[in-house]
């Protein structure tokens, strides 16, 4: 058995893996219910979006190395699901780093701000009908803009 971890450790690159793993900590942010994209394009950078199409992103960021993603991830899912399960897994230095860290906001379409707990909703669409708010789960429907 040892000889099958120390090849293990060999083919990651050495005796103990230099930081967490982007695969475990993915799937701790997907088992707390929490939406994110993360996408590329060659010598583009690597997009990572806090969020889904539905309901709206809440943050975006460009990293030039995947090494970069985890650190980022942990700040804006601090600061925007304070109370998630993956949240509350953070360190101290992170939760409070996070709350007055600043985001960049998504280039989307429409903007709306949930009326119930003040959270800002984006979306990819031009136009803004209905979502659900990702911070405090209230359907909300948005009126249109009115026409002078």
Known sequence: MNELESELNSLRGGGQASGPDLAVELQRIYDSEINLRIGW?????????LGDEMNGYEAAEFFQSAAEILPWLRDAIAHFYPKSEYAA???????????????????VGARAV?????T?????MDELFAFVCTHCGT???VDPPKVQ
């Open 41 to 49: 394009f060659w010598d583009g950078g690597i997009e990572v979006r």
């Open 89 to 107: 897994s953070l360190d101290a230095d992170t939760l409070e780093r996070a709350r007055t860290r600043l985001f960049q906001t998504p280039s």
């Open 114 to 118: 949930c009326p119930h707990c003040g």
């Open 120 to 124: 800002p909703h984006a979306s990819m």
């Open 139 to 141: 359907s909300v429907t």
